[in-house]
């Protein structure tokens, strides 16, 4: 414990800016204490907290092995041995920048390009956010960040620099469509604190919500920074995850194409290679930034997190195969597409609703009607039965700085089909327990009530009674043990 005191670290390292004690990362516990396993554990807990996409990494693993000069620790590429484990520019493999500018032009349909000098490598897309932060902000500057948003960011863009992430509150009424009037309600409001806002960060397309941002929206984002004379920060990580229309529009189409009076200095993009090819283990992000004084300074960091010149090399040689890439990316999107629609069919199925997603790895669950009452607390007690007794961990919208309860993110490309199917039996199972109790309940009171008013109000704990009441909405679905019951 004493290791840990303040007066031998940092006040950072002994502060709490890792975020590590939300909600997020308690699910990720309970997974850890006990992970489902088609072979040796099937009653464990399966992970759908986790937004990775394994789909398709059966691809890239036979272009491997078909390109074994991609390696160079096999006969075929071993020639390159030394070069590559001597090198050490931080501006990274030539080829890679190069591979990775031409993929990104083919993400985005060919409509923007990209130059290889603009790119800055990072550590993920994690260490592109923080590189970003050091360069924008001092610390107390702020980020308006529009909810809900994926929870790390508070630890990948505050915690080393000090910065605060304000919330653009966007809700479910208009499918949580980012607006200028939300935007300029968070930007005035933090002024009117006294507090400086450096940046919008957007995440498109998004985590959690899988849906896009309209080009309007953006050329009203690119509009609005350039008025105020902030930085717009665009988290793209999902580009190439889009499986269904709309389009996906990147910001670089925007500033390129759109709107030649956005001021491009402002403008800066975070990419890696962590979802659309299911590589997040390589560490591989970038910045790519208008700002040529951004690109200097972010480039003097990047040995903080360069990734090693072995993957650079392997992967400059992937994504120059434009042929290898162009399948790639239609065969993702197909398989990403099928999964989604046999999930939230299947949640469908008995009632469960998703936002109308077409992006990314996982849905944006709707149990609203299941909860207690329209509270964080009532969210978080939903959350410990989804964990706990249908063993699935899934991420509570709080998480998220969701501020309207009942929301929840499902990942479900992380997995071969058979587990899938496995957690949507286990929802359909629940779900028709709950029913078949909450049928149990209104019988129950209805015999109560055939007694006569007076028996309505029998002193008897409230049993029958509170559930009954607990259990009047048609998706209140709660389970024999779940604390929504008990609670009064
Ligand atoms: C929106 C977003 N940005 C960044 C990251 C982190 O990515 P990386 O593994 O490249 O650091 C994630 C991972 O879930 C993400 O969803």
Known sequence: MAAYSGELLSKIATGDGHGENSSYFDGWKAYDMNPFDLDHNRDGVIQMGLAENQLSLDMIEEWSLNHPEASICTPQGASQFRRIANFQDYHGLPEFRKGMAKFMEQVRGGKVTFDPDRIVMCGGATGAQDTLAFCLADPGDAYLVPTPYYPAFDRDCCWRSGIKLLPIE??????????????????????????????????????????????????????????????????????????????????????????????RDLVHIAYSLSKDFGLPGFRVGIVYSYNDAVVACARKMSSFGLASSQTQFFLARMLSDHEFMARFLAESARRLAARHERFTSGLREVGIGCLDGNAGLFSWMDLRGMLREKTPEAELELWRVIVHEMKLNVSPGTSFHCDEPGWFRVCHANMDDETMEIALARIHDFVRRQQKQQQKAKAKAKRWAARGPLHLSLPRGGGAAASYLALSSPLALMSPHSPMVHAS
Do not use: W
């Open 170 to 263: 966007c809700h479910s009424s208009n499918n949580f469509a980012l607006t200028r009037e939300a935007l300029v309600s968070a930007y005035d409001g933090a002024r009117s604190q006294g507090i400086r806002v450096k940046g919008i960060l957007i995440t498109n397309p998004s985590n959690p919500l899988g849906t896009v941002l309209s080009r309007g929206t953006l050329a009203m984002l690119a509009e609005f920074a350039t008025e105020r004379r902030v930085h717009l920060i665009c988290d793209e990580i999902y580009a190439g995850s889009v499986f269904a229309k709309p389009d996906f529009v990147s910001i670089a189409e925007v500033v390129e194409r759109d709107d030649p009076g956005c001021n």
